[in-house]
């Protein structure tokens, strides 16, 4: 299985400052023929589902802030969130899904 | 809107089954590969299993191959889990979700339901 871990575990930011969150693949999740790192990152506020803010590594969902930006290729990724704002509070989450069983990583927990 | 609801959770003994079910409403349901993801309370995510189109290719997590069935009815809109021989280690929120618009269960999960809760107890 491939493995997701996640660093750091948790992070306080400052208002309008950035967040940076790690990301790393125990094995690349570049899909080469398609040229894509099947890898996706997601936010979860207390009581709620998921949310999908980033997909193929680097590409914002519609209607997520461009304030969260996505990089990264093969086994390391990252999450930014510039500017941070009180309603980014939350768990964020990469999860790859190029090879069953698609696996999560822990977990990031943001706060201000 | 676009939605999924979750139902068929419940309380059950170790080595019972259960049928989850989960009801799409405002999409074309057989555009889209699904997938079931659970979560411990307080915990992280685990995806669970997922199912192309079709139903004709469907994953498994490990820990519940050879115990859990997922399936779907295009006709119906509706993703179901059948979840056998139970574990106390079964025992979470587990949330529908919508793939990639190929049809694939390869996708990122772009829609989540609320969940439903099993709580697997003696």
């Known amino acids: 299985d491939i493995v997701m871990t996640q660093s750091p575990d948790s992070l306080a930011v400052s208002l309008g400052e950035r967040a940076t969150i790690n990301c790393k693949s125990s094995q690349s999740v570049l899909y080469a023929s398609k040229n894509q790192n099947f890898l996706a990152w997601y936010q979860q506020k207390p009581g709620q589902p998921p949310k999908l803010l980033i997909y193929w590594a680097s590409t914002r969902e519609s209607g997520v802030p461009e304030r969260f930006s996505g990089s990264g290729s093969g086994t390391d990724f990252t999450l930014t969130i510039t500017n941070l704002q009180a309603e980014d509070v939350a768990v964020y989450y990469c999860q790859q899904h190029h090879t069953t069983p698609f696996t999560f990583g822990p977990g990031t927990k943001v706060d201000i | 809107d676009v939605q999924l609801v979750e139902s068929g959770g419940g309380l059950v003994q170790p080595g019972e089954s259960l049928r989850l079910s989960c009801a799409a409403s405002?999409?074309?349901?057989?555009?889209?590969?699904m997938s079931w993801v659970r979560q411990v309370p307080g915990k992280g995510l685990e995806w669970v299993s997922g199912?192309?189109?079709?139903?004709?290719?469907?994953g498994y997590a490990d820990s519940v191959k050879g115990r859990f069935t997922i399936s779907r009815d295009n006709a119906k809109n509706s993703l179901y889990l059948q979840m056998n021989s139970l574990r106390v280690d079964d025992t979470a929120l587990y949330y529908c979700a919508r793939g990639g618009h190929s049809g694939s269960y390869s996708s990122a999960l772009d829609i989540w339901g609320q969940g439903t809760t099993v709580i697997v107890s003696s």
């Open positions: 405002e999409f074309t349901f057989d555009d889209y590969g």
């Open positions: 199912i192309n189109w079709n139903g004709g290719s469907t």
